[in-house]
C-alpha cells in the first residue's frame, strides 16, 4: 500500500521563519479559510467579523464583481449575472449543467472542449472562473489576517470528486495564482481535525452533508496514521437540495405553477426557504413571510412538515452509508465514531436518523460549517514544513477505478477503487496483429466489464513500435494517481524503448448522480457484465484464430493444401464465423476447439515447410560449424 509521509526530516524552521499556509475549504454554499496559529487551526474572519464567505459571485457591468454576503443578497433581483452554487458546476459539460434546471438558472454557451460558461453582464464566465474569483477574496482575507504573503494552501475537495471536478478545482487555484499544496478530501480533512484534537484510535465514519454534495468515509486512525477504507457518497446531493423541495412545496401552498416560475421568483422562494430550514433547527415551526413583486403574504412551516419533505433525500444518505461499510469490510457496530461535517448536517432529522443507523452518539465538537477548514489547515501547516516533528500519514483512496480497453471493447482495470493514493501501478499487454507499429492507448474510468459502460478520461497513440509477429511486442502502461488524486498514463515499448504519455484533464465531468449509479449498476448488473465479458473474449479468439488461418491460407494454401483439405478449413471456418456472431460463449469456446484440432494438421506442414525452406541450400556440416 502506497503512503504519503506528509512531514518531512530537515525541513524545522525557527519560530522567525514560520511560513503563512492556509487551508481553504471551497465549499457549494459557503467558504472558509483556516490557518494554525500559536499552534492552534482556527478560520480567519473579514474586516466585519464574519468567518463564513457565502460562495455566490455577481457579476456587474462595470466590470468589477462581488462576492460572498453582498452577492448573495441580489441573487433573487439579478439571477442571471449572480452566480450559486457553482461548485455543482465544476467539471460538467455544457448539457450536464442544463440538465440541472431550476439549481442553476442561467444563460450558458459552450466553449472550448465542451467547456461551459455563463453568459454575464460582464462577459462569458466558465465555473473555473467563478471558483477562482471566491478563492482570491478568500487568499486576500488570509493575507490581510496574517500580514504577510500566503506560500500555499490546501484546497478540500469532496472525496467523489472525480478527475475533472478535481481538475477544475486546481485550475481554479491557478488561477487565483494560489499555490495548491494538496487538494485534500473533505472526509479526510475533519479526520484530521478531530483525530489530532482527540488522539482517537479505531474505525471511524466521516458523514459530510454540505451545501451541494453527499460524502460518507470510513477511516481506520491509529496512532497518527489516517486510513481510508472506503468512500462513497453522492456528488449531486445536499442542502440545496433540501432547500429546492421546501421552496416547492411553498409554491405550491401558494397556488404557484412551479415549472412557470421566473426565475427571479425561483430564487427568491429557495432563499426564503434557506431561511425557513435554517429557522427550524432549534424551532418546531417558523412563520415565512413572502414579499416579493405580486406574492405577499405568509406561510407557517413546521419542522413535521420539513421532515415529511426531506425524509427521501436523508433516507438517500444512508444507502450511501451502507455500501460504503460493504466496500470497506466494516460492520456498523464496529464504527467506534461518527463525525458530523458541513452546515447541513445541523438538521435535526439528518442528526437523528444518521445516529440511529451508527447507534452511537455523533461528533458535533467542532462547529461542522468550520472542522474542514480547520483539518485543511492543520495538513497545510505540515507541508509548509512548520512541523518537522509530526509524523502524520494521510491515505486518501480513489473512488473509481481506473483502466485501459481491450480487444472487444473491454475494460481491463489498472487501478482499482479505493486503492490508496499516492500510487503508481505497471501492467504489460501485446499487439494483436502482425507488424503492428502503433497502439491505441484509451483510458478509462468505471466499475464495468465493457467501455460502453464506463467513461472515457483521454486518448493518445504509441508510434514506432518496432514491426514483429502479433503478442511478441511488450508494452508497459503505467498509471500514476498523485496525492491529489490526479491522473498521468505512460505508455512504453520495452525493446526500443519509444515511450508516449498523457496527463489525463478531461474538460467536464459526470453528471449527476452518475458516479453513484456507476457504483450501484457494478453491483446490480454484475453477474449480466461479466457473461457479456465472457462472451466477448471468446468472440476476439475467435476474430484472433480466423485471422490466423485466413493469412497462412493465402500465404501457404496453394501449396501445403488440397482442394478438398482447403475446403474443410473454409467450410469449419464459416461454422466459426456462425457462433461468433451468435451470443453463446460456450458454443464460441467449442467451435475454437475444433477448428484449432482441425486445423493442426495445417500448422504442422507450415512448420516443417518453413524449417525446411531455412535448411535448403545447407550441408549439416555447415550449420554444425554455425553453432
Not at 509521509?5 to 465549499?27: T, W
Not at 480466423?546 to 467450410?571: C, F, H, N, P
Request: aromatic residues 4%; hydrophobic residues 40%.
Amino acid at each position: 500500500m502506497a503512503l504519503l509521509q506528509i512531514a518531512e526530516p530537515g525541513q524545522s524552521a525557527a519560530p522567525h521563519q514560520h511560513k503563512l499556509a492556509v487551508g481553504i475549504d471551497l465549499g457549494t454554499t459557503n467558504s472558509l479559510v483556516a490557518t494554525v496559529k500559536s499552534g492552534e487551526a482556527v478560520t480567519l474572519p473579514d474586516a466585519d467579523g464574519q468567518h463564513i464567505l457565502p460562495s455566490v459571485v455577481r457579476y456587474l457591468d462595470c466590470g468589477r464583481q462581488e462576492v460572498g454576503s453582498a452577492a448573495r443578497e441580489k441573487a433573487s433581483f439579478d439571477p442571471y449575472n449572480t452566480i450559486v452554487s457553482v461548485k455543482r458546476l465544476m467539471g460538467r459539460g455544457v448539457e450536464d449543467v442544463r440538465a440541472l434546471g431550476a439549481e442553476a438558472p442561467y444563460r450558458f454557451v459552450a466553449g472550448d472542449n465542451s467547456m461551459p460558461f455563463i453568459s454575464t453582464v460582464a462577459g462569458q464566465k466558465s465555473p473555473v472562473q467563478v471558483s477562482a474569483d471566491i478563492l482570491s477574496v478568500l487568499t486576500q482575507r488570509a493575507e490581510d489576517s496574517l500580514g504577510g504573503e500566503i506560500v500555499g494552501a490546501v484546497i478540500t475537495v469532496p472525496a467523489y470528486f472525480d478527475e475533472a471536478q478535481r481538475q477544475a478545482t486546481k485550475d481554479a487555484a491557478t488561477l487565483a495564482n494560489i499555490k495548491v499544496l494538496r487538494l485534500l478530501n473533505e472526509p479526510t480533512a475533519a479526520a484530521v481535525a478531530y483525530g489530532l484534537d482527540e488522539s482517537a484510535e479505531g474505525v471511524i465514519a466521516v458523514y459530510d452533508l454540505g451545501g451541494g454534495t453527499f460524502d460518507i468515509s470510513i477511516l481506520r486512525l491509529n496512532k497518527g496514521v489516517f486510513e481510508v477504507l472506503a468512500t462513497g457518497g453522492d456528488s449531486a446531493l445536499g442542502g440545496d437540495d433540501f432547500d429546492l423541495a421546501l421552496a416547492t412545496w411553498i409554491a405550491e401552498e401558494q397556488g404557484l405553477e412551479v415549472d412557470t416560475l421566473d426565475t427571479g421568483l425561483a430564487r427568491y422562494l429557495t432563499e426564503k426557504a434557506r431561511e425557513v430550514k435554517e429557522g427550524l433547527t432549534d424551532a418546531d415551526s417558523v412563520n415565512a413571510q413572502l414579499d416579493y413583486a405580486d406574492l405577499k403574504g405568509s406561510v407557517a412551516v413546521s419542522r413535521a412538515q420539513f421532515d415529511a419533505l426531506i425524509e427521501k433525500l436523508v433516507a438517500r444518505t444512508l444507502r450511501a452509508c451502507k455500501r460504503t461499510l460493504k466496500d470497506s469490510g466494516i460492520n456498523a457496530d464496529e464504527v467506534k465514531d461518527v463525525v458530523m461535517v458541513g452546515g447541513s448536517t445541523r438538521v435535526p432529522l439528518v442528526r437523528e436518523r444518521v445516529s440511529g443507523f451508527f447507534s452511537r452518539e455523533l461528533h458535533i465538537d467542532i462547529d461542522p460549517d468550520r472542522v474542514v477548514a480547520v483539518g485543511a489547515a492543520i495538513q497545510a501547516d505540515v507541508l509548509a514544513g512548520n512541523k518537522p516533528d509530526s509524523d502524520m500519514l494521510l491515505l486518501d483512496v480513489i473512488p473509481l477505478s481506473l483502466g485501459l480497453e481491450m480487444m472487444g471493447g473491454l475494460v481491463e482495470k489498472v487501478v482499482h477503487r479505493n486503492t490508496a493514493i499516492p500510487v503508481g501501478r505497471a501492467q504489460e499487454f501485446t499487439t494483436y496483429q502482425d507488424g503492428q507499429t502503433a497502439m491505441a492507448i484509451h483510458v478509462l474510468q468505471g466499475e464495468r466489464e465493457l467501455v460502453e459502460d464506463c467513461r472515457s478520461l483521454a486518448r493518445f497513440v504509441l508510434r514506432g513500435i518496432p514491426p514483429m509477429a502479433a503478442g511478441a511486442a511488450k508494452i508497459r502502461v503505467t498509471f500514476q494517481v498523485d496525492a491529489d488524486g490526479l491522473l498521468n498514463v505512460a505508455a512504453k515499448e520495452l525493446s526500443t524503448g519509444v515511450e508516449s504519455s498523457i496527463q489525463v484533464k478531461p474538460s467536464y465531468g459526470l453528471s449527476d448522480g452518475e458516479i453513484a449509479q456507476m457504483l450501484q449498476d457494478s453491483y446490480s448488473l454484475a453477474e449480466g457484465d461479466l457473461n457479456r465479458r465472457r462472451l466477448r473474449e471468446q468472440q476476439v479468439e475467435a476474430d484472433r484464430l480466423l485471422v490466423a488461418l485466413e493469412q497462412a491460407i493465402e500465404a501457404d494454401g496453394d501449396q501445403l493444401l488440397t482442394q478438398d483439405e482447403r475446403e474443410m478449413l473454409l467450410g469449419e471456418m464459416s461454422q466459426l464465423i456462425a457462433l461468433r456472431n451468435g451470443d453463446d460463449a460456450d458454443a464460441i469456446e467449442k467451435g475454437i476447439v475444433v477448428l484449432s484440432n482441425e486445423s493442426d494438421f495445417f500448422a504442422s506442414r507450415r512448420m516443417d515447410h518453413g524449417i525446411q525452406k531455412a535448411l535448403q541450400g545447407h550441408t549439416i556440416d555447415e550449420i554444425e560449424e554455425k553453432k
